[in-house]
Structure formats: structure tokens, C-alpha cells
């Protein structure tokens, strides 16, 4: 069985029991989030509607890698570089449900 969940504007495929990592969510470590934004849940072909809950455990928080910003205008002598490292969280998918 396999879900399309939504968080932090984008939207991840999941399976019990796999590792994803995901904008920063507001909890603490080994601790239990369920998310409710459940796109579709397929279970053999089928799909449904999103009537449906997903439980993860979160592993780590922690950062991401640093992405590189270099700006520059030719001719000019202007450059700069920056970096950046955004925030993320480490989640488990324990259970996918679906409510009746």
C-alpha cells in the first residue's frame, strides 16, 4: 500500500516503513506525527479518496545541504556568492489508514 501525502508544499509518495525527508515540521524527536493531507491512497490498484491518515515518527531534525547562490554582471566587477542550508525534518512512515 502507498500514499501521495502533502507537507510543506510539496507532495511526497510514501510506503510504510520508508525514510523521507520534509520541510521542517514543528516536533520533537522520536516522537509521533500524523499528517492528514492525503492526496490518494492505492492499495492493488485502487485508489481512494482522501479519507485517510499518515503516521510517521521523526528520526532527526536537522539541516540540509548547503545550496550555492552566485549572482554576477558581466563587465562590472559584481559577484557575490551566498549559501544557504534549509531546515529538515526526518520522518518513518510507521502506518498508512484509511477511515470508513
Known amino acids: 500500500m502507498f500514499a501521495v501525502i502533502e507537507t510543506g508544499g510539496k507532495q511526497y509518495l510514501v510506503k510504510e516503513g520508508s ?3 520534509v520541510e521542517k515540521l514543528e516536533a520533537e524527536e522520536k516522537k509521533e506525527v500524523e499528517i492528514n493531507k492525503v492526496i490518494c491512497i492505492s492499495n492493488s490498484g485502487l485508489s481512494y479518496s ?3 491518515t499518515v503516521k510517521a515518527e ?3 531534525q536537522c ?3 548547503k545550496i550555492i547562490i ?3 554582471k ?3 566587477n ?3 556568492k551566498t549559501g544557504h542550508r534549509q531546515y529538515i525534518t526526518v520522518l518513518r512512515i510507521n502506518e498508512i489508514s484509511l477511515q470508513k
Open 50 to 52: 482522501s479519507n485517510a
Open 70 to 72: 552566485f549572482k554576477k
Open 78 to 80: 559584481y559577484r557575490r
Open 19 to 21: 525514510i523521507i525527508k
Open 58 to 60: 521523526v528520526l532527526e
Open 63 to 65: 539541516r540540509g545541504e
Open 74 to 76: 558581466r563587465r562590472k
